[in-house]
Each structure stands twice: as C-alpha cells, then as structure tokens.
C-alpha cells in the first residue's frame, strides 16, 4: 500500500484487523467475475456511467482554447462519489457487514453512501461536520430521506477532519457489523488504492471518449483535488500518456499565502493524518492546521498519498485556485452553457481557464466535472447576491 515513500497505514492496533480483511476481500473480489459484473451492471443501469464527454464550445470560446468536460456531474446522484461507492457497498455485502459509516463534507459522497445503502438494504451513518451540514443543509435532508443516519460532528473545526476521526472512533467500536465506507482516494490502505480503482473508470472512459471525438489525445486533464479521488479518477487513465498533462486545481482560499486555504500540495509539508502518508496542512509541531474553502468538498488539510507521489515524480502538477477565481468560473460556465457546477468542480474550471491562456487556442483542455451546483446554490446565491 505505497506510493514511492507515502500511504501506508498508520492506524490503531484495533483497525489492522477490518483493513486487512477488506485489503483480502477487495483483491479477491476483483478476480471474481460474478462480482465485477454486477459492479458494472449497476454503474451502467442504475448510476448512468458512462458519463458523457461534452465539448463546452462557448465556453471554450471565453476561454479561448477548446474545452471538454466529463459529465460526471450527470451521474446519479450528481457526482462521481456513486463509482466509488457501489463498490464498496458491494463489497461490504460481500464480507456480510450490514451497515456502513462514512464521512462527508460536501455531503456529495454522503448522498451517494445513501443511496447505495438504500438500494442494497444496508444500514448508513453519515457523520459531518456541524459546520458542513449547515452550508449543505440540502444534501443533509437528502441523507435522511435516503434513509441515513445523519451525526452531526461538534467536535474540533468541525468539518471534514473531524468527521474522519469521529467515523474512525466509531468503526473501532463496530468492526464486527460495519464497514467504513471511506469517501476518498486518502486514508490508509487499501482505501487510497481501491478508491482509485473503483473511480478510475472516469479517466479510462474520458481517453476512449477523447480519441472518438478528436482523434488524438488531449493536451491536459483538469481536476479539482480535495482528497484526491476524482482526480485520480481522472489521471490513472492518462498516467502512461506522457504529452497528457495532468494537473490538479486545490482550493486556494483567500489565497495561499493568506494561510487560509487547502492548497495541501501547494501550500503543505509532507506528514502523517488518517492513517497515511502524504501532504498535510500542519504547524511545525505536527498538529494538523484547520484549511479554509468557500467548497466544503475541498475544505480538507489532507490529500491521498498518490498524489502526493505523482507530485513528487512531477508526472502531475499541483496549482491553487481562490474561491474568487472558482466563483467566477462558477458563473462563467452557468451562463455560457446553462450547467451550474458543483463550487468544487468550478475550482477545476478555474484552472482551465489559466490554461487556455498558458496553451492557445490550438490546446485541448479536458476538465473533469466532478459534481452538479445543486448543493451549493444557496452558497453561491449569497455570494453572487441574488437573494
Ligand atoms: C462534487 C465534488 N467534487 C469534488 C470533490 C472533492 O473530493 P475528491 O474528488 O475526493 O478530491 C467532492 C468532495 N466531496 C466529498 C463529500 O461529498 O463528502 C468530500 O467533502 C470528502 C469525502 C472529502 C465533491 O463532492
């Protein structure tokens, strides 16, 4: 579970055992056909993959250099969370654990845990930051009428960070009955892995989708990073493509040298927080620094350790992009193609929108629509005044 020096997992004695079993049960349900088949069949009938691959021609033109999205934002439930976790609710049934925890921040893989637990009758707590549930007060009600559990967490910042360690406490005291659904490709192993699995199907369908429509490959694969699953979703499929650049946008905040951000590459040192290593928001004494992001889905001190890897190798580039830029990306693709994305997802847009300028108007830019603005309308009702 390693990625050159990061990942690992740096957990309590009582979770090697659940680790160990999912990090069996994963591998052997990869090689059991009757299991990879239903995971397919229910991405195809039941989450709407493949997504599509739009060519965003007027927003391309502002952005004067040619765009293309991948619709993950069309998937059911409205993010790529559903990939990752129809796999893992499945596998959960497979090792017979009847109810599964997750963590959330957007509440977008919150919905998702939901909604697999739902359809494959399996119990679901959700535990979110009181600060989340508030500015997602929408996804809240959503989990709750998908029949989760919803738990509040008032404990430290009360956001994403403490919604981990507070699922991490439960899990410890459950192993026997439950799963930790975990949301992103962080965390220890197998987690980082298995979740990359899981969403790689983003990237390897955006490559096929790519050489149907253009002929050739794109210039650059763009994806915001808060964990790291939708963009390593998006990356694993190019990876081996070297004139593909890859770079992924982090939430710069007020920007990153106001100390208010979760540019975790960007702005970070390298360090240890859930259970792997990799980038971290943290003060000289190791304590992990609280991140600041108009996006709950980016409002995260950490980043997956593959990251942290490709980082490293330079084979992805890591650049911030601030709430303003995200906001005004955010209203630049309402209003030039009638898509409202998820505030993290514009973070992406941002990013591609400084480089078109960087490439020309000859560069293919593919952007990965991580998730749909429904949940954030109110936040960016507010912001842009319209209420
Ligand atoms: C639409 C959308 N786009 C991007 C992200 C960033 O999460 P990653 O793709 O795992 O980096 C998110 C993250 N959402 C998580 C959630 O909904 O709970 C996030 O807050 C945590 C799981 C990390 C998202 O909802």
């Known amino acids: 579970g390693h990625f050159g020096r990061f990942g690992g997992r740096f957990m309590p004695e009582a979770l090697i055992a659940p680790l160990d079993e999912i990090t069996r049960a994963w591998q052997e349900a990869q090689a059991d056909p009757t299991f990879t088949a239903e995971l397919d069949r229910m991405l195809r009938e ?25 619709r993950e934002d069309l998937n059911h439930t409205g993010a790529h969370k559903i ?58 009600a959503r989990m709750r009428m998908l029949g989760a559990e919803v738990v509040p967490v008032t404990t430290g910042s009360r956001t994403l960070k403490d919604a981990i360690n507070e699922a991490l406490r439960d899990w410890v005291a459950s192993v026997d009955t439950t799963h930790y659904l975990f949301g992103t490709a962080a965390g220890p192993h197998p987690f980082p892995a298995m979740v990359r699995e899981l969403t790689r199907g983003i990237g ?24 790291g699953s939708n963009a390593i979703g998006l990356f694993t499929g190019f990876v081996a493509d070297p004139d593909v650049r890859l770079v992924g946008i982090e939430a710069g905040g007020d920007g990153v040298e106001t100390g208010r951000h979760a540019a975790t590459i960007t702005g970070g040192s390298v360090g240890v927080l859930h259970g792997a290593r990799s ?109």
Do not use: W
């Open 46 to 70: 039941y989450a709407n993959v493949p997504s599509p691959l739009y060519e965003a021609h007027r927003f391309s033109e502002a952005a004067g250099a040619r765009v293309l999205l991948k």
């Open 279 to 387: 980038y971290l928001l943290q003060d000289e004494d190791g304590q992990t620094l609280e991140s600041h992001s108009i996006s709950a889905g980016l409002d995260y001190p950490g980043v997956g350790p593959e990251h942290a890897y490709l980082a490293q190798t330079g084979r992805a580039e890591y650049r911030p992009a601030t709430d303003a830029q995200a906001m005004a990306a955010f209203e630049l693709l309402c209003k030039t193609e009638g898509i409202i994305p998820a505030i993290e997802s514009a973070h992406a847009l941002a990013g591609a929108l400084t480089l078109a300028q960087e490439l020309g108007p000859d560069a293919t830019i593919l952007v990965n629509l991580s998730g749909r603005g429904d949940k954030d309308v109110h936040t960016a009702a507010q912001y842009f005044g319209l209420i």
């Open 204 to 227: 390897d369908e955006a490559r096929a989708q790519c050489l149907e429509l253009l002929g050739r490959l794109p210039d650059a694969a763009v994806a915001c990073v808060g964990g």
């Open 83 to 140: 990939r990752n976790v129809i796999g893992q609710a499945l596998l959960a049934k497979r090792i017979g654990k009847p109810r599964c925890i997750a963590e959330t921040g957007a509440g977008q893989h919150g919905v998702a845990s939901a909604t697999a637990c739902a359809y494959l009758d399996l119990e679901c707590t959700v535990y979110m930051g009181e600060v989340d549930t508030e500015r997602q007060a929408l996804n809240v």
